[in-house]
Each structure stands twice: as structure tokens, then as C-alpha cells.
């Protein structure tokens, strides 16, 4: 059996499979800064596991930079790429980092493998990554990276295995962070975010797309701390509207409300436009993530946002939250397909481990 770790800076959850199978899951929050440790024991306690049952234990790593770009076995070297990357990810890949360290802790000897959410995006070709800066800078990593990576590989995986993978593919990961992604025949050729995850698209309390003087100016005000905090977690939908959750600003039916959920709307429509021209057409929309699998009134106002490309939805269907929203006379395909992450690494590792003859 194979442990999937999704460690946080302050939670920890936990999913265990038997092959493609889950079996058994648990999680643990609010944790001290040295508590990721007790946090490992009492979550495999609690998700009923035996340590000597387990075969190996897989991690979602959020930055693997330019090298890391398949899921891999864990050892020092691999160790030391994505501790390398911190400065890439500073909120994500330190706690991933100490997810790793409690597993070797509770568990010493047992194999442990990394999947990156920057891995699905290495198929991107160069004038796509690329910013436009001196060469100095552009060596030390600054370009675009995209995120959510094992989403929209769990993605391709799905509609490939169901015979439905289109051509063209609009794929839409929202959730608190949110990112499109331009996929031609299963592979990612543009994305929203770039460097960072907070390119991009409205988030939860995430800016998205900002102009450099603005954060230079925001930094100036507030200090670099003070304008990351800003941009990172006191801006999106929570400084728009005073909340970071849709269901909370569609409840809240202020002005303010409404304008961060036409905000988020405008900026995914206006996004996928650019994901489009990426393709050179469209053939599929497909949703995923919180907001993308159970908000029918978003998904309603992107999709009217996307008619000028042929988009047609059926309104019942989207209400029902159905998997199916395109009528009988839309030219490209809508669907919504859950969320399947920890499925995903868990395959990708288990691949890793037989190649190893484990």
C-alpha cells in the first residue's frame, strides 16, 4: 500500500491506496511550526494503517524549477532540487519539504517518491516560458512555471481512459487558487500562472495578474513582507468582496460581493481567450476544483463569456451540477470531471516503483 502526502504549512492530509484503490485517508490541522512530526504518527493512527504495510509513500511537491519534471524517487539529490526551488515557492515547498522529513522520521528506510505540480507544464514550449529579461535574470530560474499540474494530468488521465480526450482542450482548475490550461492532445501548451501561482486568474485571496510597477509600488508602501502578504493572502475575492469563499459572497448579496464574482468571472473569459489563441481553436471546456465541480452560476457565466466560440450550454444540466453541460447545439464539448489528485500520484509513483522493480 502507498501513502500520499499533501503536507501544508499548518495541516497534513493523508491518503493511503491499494493500487488505484483508496483505502483509507485522514487529516490533521492546525500545526505548530515543530509539529509536522507528531502530526504524521497521529494521522496514519487515525487512517488505520500499519507502517508495515506500507510499500512506499508518495508527496505532492508544489515547485520542481526546471529539472524536476516527472515524479521521482526521493533522495538527497532530489532533496536538495527542491529545496533549491524554495525561494520559487516560499509558501508551499517548505512545508512539502517537512512532509518528506516526517515520513523518514516516523517511518526510516521506507522508499519515498515526488510528484511536482510544475511537471504537467514542462511540455510548454520555450517562447511560452519565457520572460523578457536580460539573461542574467532569466538564469536564475525567473520564468513561467504553471501550477496544479497533477490536477490537470488526473484530468487528461480520465478523459483518456473514458475515450473522450478532444484535441483542444479549455481545462479549468478552480478552487481558492485557479488556473486555465491550454492542453493540445494531452499536453499543456500555455497556462495562467507563471511564475509563481499568483499569476493569472482572480483567486481566493490571491490577486492574480498585477502589473510589476504596482508590486514594486505595493513594496515601496509596505515593505517586500507586507506587499506578499497583500498579494498572496489579503487580495482576490477576499479583498474585493470580504470573502475568500463564492458561497459566502453569494450568500453576502452586497455590491461588493457582486462585484468580485463578476471580477472572477470577466478574468476567467478574458484568460481563456488567450489559452484559445494558444490552440488555435477549441474543441473542449472541461471544470475541475471546488468552484469549477459545484458552482453552477460561475460555470453559467464563463460559458455565456465563451459563446462567441461556438460554447452552448444546457441550463439544467449546469444547475444539476450534471457531468455533461453542452446542448445538442453547441459546437464544443462541456464536462466536469472531479478532482482526482492523490489518485494521480499515487499511479505516477506506483509506475516509478515497478520501473524500479520494487
Known sequence: MLLIVNAGSSSLKLKVFDGAQEVAKSQVSEIGPDGHGPAMVRGLAEAGVPLEKLTGAAHRVVHG???LTATVRVTPEVLRQIEACVPLAPLHNPANLVGIQSVATVAPG???????DTA????????????????????????????????YAALVRILRERGDLPGRLLACHLGNGCSLVAIVNGRSVATTMGYSPLDGLTMGT????????????????????????????ESGLLGLGGFSDLRALHAAGTPEAQFALHHF?????????????????LDAVVFTGGIGENDPWMRKEILSGLNYLGVSSDPAANARNETVLHDATSRVVILVVPADEERQIALEAQAVMAGEGA
Open 265 to 281: 468571472a470577466y478574468w476567467a473569459v478574458r484568460h481563456a481567450g488567450s489559452m484559445v489563441a494558444a490552440m488555435g481553436g
Open 110 to 116: 521506507l522508499p519515498q517518491y515526488a510528484a511536482f
Open 206 to 233: 490571491r490577486t492574480g495578474s498585477i502589473d510589476g510597477n504596482a508590486v514594486l509600488r505595493l513594496a515601496e508602501l509596505h515593505g517586500i513582507d507586507g506587499a506578499a502578504r497583500i498579494l498572496n493572502r
Open 65 to 67: 524549477g526546471a529539472s
Open 120 to 151: 504537467f507544464h514542462a511540455t510548454n514550449a520555450e517562447v511560452a516560458t519565457t520572460y523578457a529579461l536580460p539573461k542574467l535574470e532569466r538564469h536564475r530560474g525567473i520564468r513561467r512555471y504553471g501550477f496544479h499540474g497533477i490536477s
